[in-house]
């Protein structure tokens, strides 16, 4: 029996910022150029053949497989294995982590229909299918989806999951399979986020008592325009009359930092004055609380 398997192994907890950003963008920069769809289910009873009309075989490619056995989606929430106060909100102590989506699947080498739009198909011929090598180019496309890392969409009847990246994969041969290849993939979520620009709050006062220089604290976050960025601050989840004391009992109790939440409180103008909700123009330290 002969036995190929390629696997990428999972980014470590704890590395720099920098190195993650790094490897969003390289798999962003892959995926840039070809879109891939792999079909797991849904194309003959789910509807979904209507995802395969606009593929072609260069830049927007379709895969699918003569046979899926089965597909799976997995969630998972990791939770604080310590005990929390009750009146804290329990969704900031569990992080939801990537998705996963895996199936199995086979590639014959004799199909028993030639599917439109399938990449592994492009150049197959009916009459002698055999010598077209369709597994071997199942093969190849899969390898070519982890080297590049590229993100790939996934087609089941159920929902339709886009930028999920293929961390795992084995293909095998065996005497009970004949001339099919069997394929375990495994896909995670790739969640990728844009870095907004930071800036400095200048906080203004008079030339004479500064020496003519200006003070810079704090930083905002951007906004969705040039001219204006949001500035954002820390402040007590807890609402009502009575929210202070409440803010003051939890950082009593070193929880106050999980009952506080990143609020918007204005506007920093090309000016450098901090322009408050209402419109109003508010003292830098009144606004962010520093």
Known sequence: MAFVSNNQSKPQQGKATANVENKISTAQSASGEVQYTLFASGLTYGGRDVELKNKNY??????LFDVVDQHQYTRTVDKTSYAVETKVKFSDHGVIEDGKFSFS????????RIIPNNFIDKDTDKDNPVASKRPEKALEVLERLIEERQLVTLVTEDKIIENYILTSMTAQRSNDEG?????????TEFRTFILGKTA???????????????????????SATDNEVEVTARRTKFAGKNADGWQK??????SGNFTKQDQVVGTLTPDGKIRGT???IMDYNKAVGN
Request: no cysteine.
């Open 58 to 63: 260069t830049d927007n490619i379709a895969i």
């Open 105 to 112: 699947a086979r590639i014959n080498t004799s199909p028993v």
């Open 179 to 187: 001339a099919a290849l069997v394929f375990d993939l495994e896909f």
């Open 200 to 222: 400095l709050a200048t906080v203004y006062s008079d030339p004479k008592k500064s020496g003519g220089k200006t003070k810079q604290k704090g930083s905002v976050q951007s």
């Open 249 to 254: 009992v939890a950082d009593s109790m070193d």
């Open 278 to 280: 209402d419109g109003t």
